[in-house]
């Protein structure tokens, strides 16, 4: 997996002058300290810059919006630290006048009740309220913390740090995103119809091939190129195919190559295939160890049955964790626990999902198409952890972006199945089986081992205006 990018965050240090002169230069001081010791570089007013480096006068915000307009290509969000009350029309001021268009996240350090004289007071609790209001009025959106007044030197606000990195990236990232759709929609599959015009109003791309076009590729690369048998090795390097015939790793290799360049060639952030049965009648192959590969090692997931918005949640879940994201189905029951049911797919699940895996051929349809012509696949148990699964479709009749998003984990629950397959345990399951009926949600869902449905929620919903449930205990 790729490793996330170094993040920049603006500061704006909000100022009272009749407060106390000490608070600003500390409360400055400890949230630039924590900043860089999170490893996140500032952009920031130096202390010569205005009174100790914070935002008090016009002058002042004028000052830092023209700072933060220079450097508005690199920040990825703003955070406005209030040691003390803060002026709320400077920070409004810094804002609009630079321009910035990323996420922001309020910040109020906390009073303590022995030190409420003058020459200590902050005021902060109710400066962050007058902040909220001026942002409001202009129809600037915002982040809170979720205690409303929170020290920078707490552990909180650290894990609240950890969020707003994640807001931050979904949002930066879904800017001129680009998919790429492999082949069209499989017949039977009216669950993964979705709208690119709607998906291209928040600014996300859909390139599409026809499968043919990678197949007769594929087919016209010899077994000598140097390409294929790169490809190959990293293929045999990344998962056992004990059993698997050469052919067919020879056919997956020349597949594998030819997305690959594809996906290079049209800068594409993922993809979405037509993974069945075509490949298998005219190609002989799963495409799932390629597509478990793309999300694992290149960061660049990959969907079943062009699904392109289930691969948009597959995305934004790697975009909040830095982790690799899973396409399965809620798939079945798990005895008679209303909280647990089982999720599978064929599977081409990333490696990191397993405690082992191992390459075969696709059970489901084996017996149709032939098990020489079905190899492909990667199999195993997802390992016990922590997940967190999001949904997204676009709403046509509506002409909106609509999701969920939740947390549970995977078990250690005894199950003797096939594919790629876990018990999830999810709080109040029913319910959220009611509400995926009821609004009419596919039956794919996209899962990442992480817990960022805040991150998601908030981004989605704040930032990008779409329409998301936060599935909760």
Known sequence: MKEIKEMTMAVIVANRGFFPDSLVRQGRSAILDI???AGYDTVVLGENDTKYGAVETLADARK?????????????????????????????EVIKSSGLNVPILIQAEPDEPDKMSISHRRDSFCGKISVCNNLNQAGIAYSL???????????????????????????RGLRNARFGA???RPGAFNTVRYSEKLLELSGISVETI?????LGQAQRLTDSESVVKEKLIDIQNYTSTDGVPKDALLRLAKFGAVVDRWVEEWKLDGTAIQCW??????????????MSMMGELLAKPSACEVDITGLLGMYIMQLASGSPSALLDWNNNYRNDPDKCVCFHCSNLPRSFFREMKMDYQEIIAGAMGKENTYGTVVGRIKPSPATFCRLTTNDAEGVITGYVGQGRFTDDELDTFGGYGVMEIPNLQVLMQFICRMGFEHHVAVNLSEKSYAVSEALENYLGWEIYRHSN
């Open 145 to 171: 913390t979720k205690s409303h007044t929170i020290s920078v030197n707490s552990d909180e606000f650290r894990r609240e740090l950890t969020d707003f990195a994640s807001v931050c990236r979904i949002v």
């Open 277 to 290: 049965t075509s490949i298998q009648e005219n190609y002989g192959i799963c495409s799932c160890t390629q």
């Open 64 to 92: 830092c919006a023209d700072l933060f307009s220079r450097h508005a290509h690199e920040i990825d969000g703003v955070i406005v630290t209030l040691p003390n009350f803060g002026d709320e029309k400077g920070v409004l």
């Open 182 to 184: 492999i082949g069209a």
């Open 35 to 37: 900043l860089k010791g």
């Open 210 to 214: 026809d499968l043919s076009e990678i």
